[in-house]
């Protein structure tokens, strides 16, 4: 039976269009036996209030602010960033910080988290991407040592090569995350995300299994992923957040092997 004790990808009132705060997350994450979860609200123009990204997501920018510890869970600072283009960017990356000129607000907010996660939310054309540029867009976000995890990859319909992406992957150190919310998608989501587990488990890349709740009730819950995952045998030496201690391990491995 396959087991996850840290909820990787979890959203706060900070995101805009959530419903919980940090502390209500993690009083629901002691309940589920949860050792951990990853604060990882939205940094992304498409929720964005203004054009001042630093600005609208600053609470991101200061969670150093934060106890690393709230009702037993310990509570990894991070964000979930977009990727803004098929280069690859990310967002914040053409703007510098206004007290930092050398440093682009992307880099100040990588620099500064423990778990970033990078998605595809919706970027002028992004629906259009061929195979190629879409592959070469996740390889360059992989390639980015501060990048963790790769988000939701089943969504939006993008297209790429499954087995050019996995192996970057495997070769970088970035892991795949497998998303409880993508099966409350269409089919061909399900499908995909099913198709990536696959690939991972022949390849040897490590997944992250998430709840992706934007509210406190939905913390700690992957029910039907982790069914997904059974199903097809996926092995559990390649669950990343089987235990805090395995989690934490793998965050830090790729920043200390790529800096």
């Not at 609200?41 to 934060?66: C, R, V, W, Y």
């Amino acid at each position: 039976m396959l087991t996850v004790k840290v909820d990787p990808h979890t959203h706060t009132i900070f995101s805009g269009h959530a419903y919980s705060t940090i502390e209500e997350n993690a009083i629901n994450a002691a309940e589920r036996g949860m050792e951990g979860i990853a604060v990882t609200d939205h940094f992304s123009p498409l929720f964005s209030k203004t054009e001042n990204l630093f600005k609208d997501f600053g609470p991101i920018l200061n969670m150093s602010a934060l106890p690393k510890v709230i009702h037993g869970v310990r509570v990894l600072s991070g964000a979930e960033i977009d990727i803004v283009d098929f280069d690859g960017n990310l967002a914040g990356y053409d703007t510098k910080m206004t007290h930092k000129p050398d440093m682009t607000v992307s880099e100040a907010l990588l620099s500064g988290i423990e778990v970033s996660i990078a998605s595809v939310h919706g970027f002028e054309g992004y629906k259009d991407g061929s195979v190629i540029q879409n592959t070469q867009m996740y390889v360059n976000v992989i390639h980015n040592y501060k990048v963790n995890i790769l988000g939701h990859m089943d969504r939006g319909g993008i297209v790429f090569d499954i087995k050019e992406i996995l192996k970057a992957a495997k070769e970088e150190g970035t892991m795949i995350e497998i998303n409880e919310h993508s099966f409350d998608f269409d089919e061909q989501t399900i499908k995909t995300c099913t198709q990536l587990a696959i690939g991972c488990a022949e390849e040897g890349v490590p997944v992250v299994v998430s709840s992706d709740a934007h509210s406190a009730f939905f913390i700690g819950q992957f029910d039907r992923a982790l069914k997904m995952l059974e199903e097809i045998d996926f092995p559990k030496e390649l669950i990343a957040n089987e235990t805090l201690e395995k989690f934490v391990r793998l965050i830090k491995k790729k920043k200390e092997s790529m800096s």
